[in-house]
């Protein structure tokens, strides 16, 4: 487990490298429990309007880097 931290995860639908469709949710327990056994939350309750900017922001560059057609599924970390 990471202490401090929380975990995002991002799904959507990519197509020809762009985001067509997306969701981000929030882990409630501690960063590092699989994302099956995890309890998630829809909307986020306690990610700032930061947080999932930089979560947009960084999906979009990872689809778009890997021209990205299909279902996408990414986690990210946030510590502090």
Known sequence: FIEGAVEI???????????IAAAIHEHIENAGVHSGDATLVLPPQDLTAYQKQRVRDA???????????????IQFVAKG
């Open 9 to 19: 995860e991002f799904d959507g639908v990519g197509k020809d490298g762009e985001i």
């Open 59 to 73: 999906a979009q560059k990872i689809v778009k880097r890997l021209n990205i057609t299909g279902p996408v599924n």
